[in-house]
């Protein structure tokens, strides 16, 4: 069973730095995407799904990100400790949520949708990132 788990959320004030990184452990992730999202919490509350942040796939290396953080975070990897890390620069108040790391096994039928959600097989408990004014 695959398992995820984020760490180095925090406090930051705007413009600031902060670095997440996700440790995953019970499998091997060949042909896997690795994905960060983040939610607001409550917001689940109103049927809002959680909102892609950044992906990069396991084996190629190709990164993905939302036009949101475009230029501003950097997502990476560590085949050999199978760690995902997420870097944030020039944070702003609304980047404030709490940070998930997902994982998602190939599809055999069809293209996996990186943005997507509903297209990730695990999760982690996720951390929280606060950015002040």
């Known amino acids: 069973q695959v398992h995820l788990v984020e760490s180095g959320g925090g406090l930051v004030q705007a413009g600031g730095s902060l670095s997440l990184s996700c440790t995953a452990s019970?499998?091997?992730?060949?042909?896997?995407?690795m994905a960060w999202f983040r939610q607001v919490p409550g917001m689940e509350l109103l049927g809002k799904k959680r909102e892609f942040v950044s992906a990069i796939t396991w084996t190629a290396g190709l990164t993905y990100y939302s036009d949101s953080v475009k230029g501003r975070f950097t997502v990476s990897k560590d085949n050999a400790k199978n760690l995902v890390y997420l870097q944030m620069h020039t944070l702003k108040p609304n980047d404030t949520a709490v940070y998930y790391c997902?994982?998602?096994?190939?599809?055999?039928?069809?293209?996996?949708?990186?943005?997507?959600?509903?297209?990730?097989?695990?999760w982690g408990q996720g951390t929280q990132v606060t950015v002040s004014l």
């Open positions: 019970g499998g091997t992730f060949t042909g896997y995407a």
């Open positions: 997902a994982a998602a096994g190939p599809k055999e039928t069809r293209t996996l949708f990186v943005h997507d959600a509903s297209d990730y097989d695990y």
